[in-house]
C-alpha cells in the first residue's frame, strides 16, 4: 500500500512537467520488465505460457484506461481525496459481483456497499465546490477499476497472477507506444527521469507485493489493510504538497475505511463458517459426530 501512495504522490509531481502519455509509458515500460524478469527468473519461462490471450488484452486496455483516468485524477485532486474515492473501488466490486459473476452478498455486505458509496458524498460534497467537477475523475475510474477486477478474478481461475500481470502491463506499453511519437518531448531534468522510474518502480513493486502476499494468505485476511493505503495517502499529501483534508472529508475516508475493514472482517467471517460447515459435513459422512473428535 505504501507503494502505491509513492506511485500516486511521484505521479502528481511528475506530471505537472511531463505528459501524461509519455509518463504512462515509462511506467508500463519498467512495469514490464520488472515483472517479466521476475517471471523468468523466479518462475522460468513457462510460466509465460496462457490460453486467454484476448482476455489479456481486454485487461491491458481497462488498465491503461485506469491510469490515465488516475493521471487526471491526481492533476486535480489531493493524494489523500483521491486515495479515499479510489479505495471504493472493493465496495463497487462486492455489488457488480452479483450480477457478473453471480456472486452471493449478503444484505449486511449490501448495507457497508451503501454505507460506503455514501461515505464518497462526504468526500466530496455536491454543490460544496469542495472538489467540484473533478470528483467524476475518480468515479469513472472506480467503475473502469472494478471492471478491471473483475476480470482479474475471472481470470485467477485459470491464469498465474505474476503471468497476469506481465501481460496486462505489456498490453498497456504497447498501447501506450501508439501515440508516443506525438506527445513525446525531451526531458532534460535527472530529478524528473528519477521520478519517471521511481514511478515504475513503485508500481511494480507494489504489484508483485500484492500477488505474493495473496499466495501467502488468504484474500479475506488481507483486504482490510488495503485501507491503511487511505493513511498514507494522507501523509504523502501532508509531506510532499503540505496539504491536510479537512474535518468532512476526513469524516468520509474514515467512513470508506470502516466499511471496507467491516467488509473485509465479514468476509473473514463468512470464510470461517463456511469451513467450520464442510468440516463438520465431513466428520458426519465418515460416522463421527461432530465435536467428538
Given at each position: ?106 444484505p449486511l455486505r449490501l ?104 499466495e501467502r494468505a488468504p ?75
Open positions: 500500500m505504501a507503494c502505491f501512495v509513492v506511485l500516486d504522490t511521484t505521479t502528481k509531481v511528475v506530471t505537472a512537467s511531463v505528459p501524461m502519455l509519455m509518463a504512462s509509458w515509462v511506467l508500463f515500460l519498467v512495469q514490464a520488465l520488472v515483472t517479466g524478469g521476475y517471471v523468468l527468473v523466479a518462475r522460468g519461462g513457462s510460466s509465460l505460457k496462457t490460453a486467454r490471450p484476448g482476455l489479456h488484452a481486454m485487461r491491458g486496455s481497462l488498465l491503461l484506461v485506469v491510469q490515465v483516468l488516475a493521471f487526471l485524477s491526481l492533476k486535480y485532486l489531493p493524494v489523500g481525496e483521491y486515495t479515499a474515492l479510489a479505495m471504493t473501488t472493493p465496495l463497487v466490486v462486492t455489488l457488480l459481483a452479483t450480477r457478473f459473476l453471480g456472486e452471493h452478498v449478503s448495507v457497508l456497499v451503501a454505507a460506503g458509496l455514501v461515505s464518497t458524498l462526504v468526500i466530496v460534497r455536491p454543490g460544496s465546490n469542495a472538489i467540484g467537477w473533478a470528483m467524476l475523475l475518480p468515479l469513472g475510474l472506480v467503475l473502469f477499476n472494478a471492471a478491471y477486477q473483475l476480470l482479474a478474478s475471472k481470470m485467477a481461475r485459470t491464469e498465474d497472477a505474476v503471468t497476469t500481470v506481465f501481460y496486462t502491463c505489456s498490453t498497456a506499453l504497447a498501447l501506450s507506444s501508439l501515440p508516443l511519437l506525438w506527445v513525446w518531448q525531451p526531458v532534460n531534468d535527472v530529478n524528473l527521469w528519477l521520478g519517471l522510474l521511481l514511478m515504475g518502480v513503485a508500481a511494480a513493486c507494489g504489484n508483485l507485493f500484492f500477488i505474493l502476499a495473496f484474500a479475506a485476511t488481507l483486504m482490510p489493510y488495503m485501507y491503511l493505503q487511505i493513511g498514507f495517502g494522507i501523509l504523502g499529501g501532508w509531506l510532499v504538497f503540505d496539504h491536510v483534508p479537512d474535518f468532512w472529508a476526513l469524516v468520509g475516508m474514515g467512513m470508506v475505511a470502516a466499511c471496507g475493514v467491516a467488509g473485509g472482517l465479514l468476509t473473514l467471517h463468512e470464510s470461517r463458517t463456511r469451513h467450520r460447515a464442510l468440516q463438520a459435513r465431513g466428520t458426519q459422512q465418515d460416522g463421527v459426530a461432530p465435536g467428538a473428535v
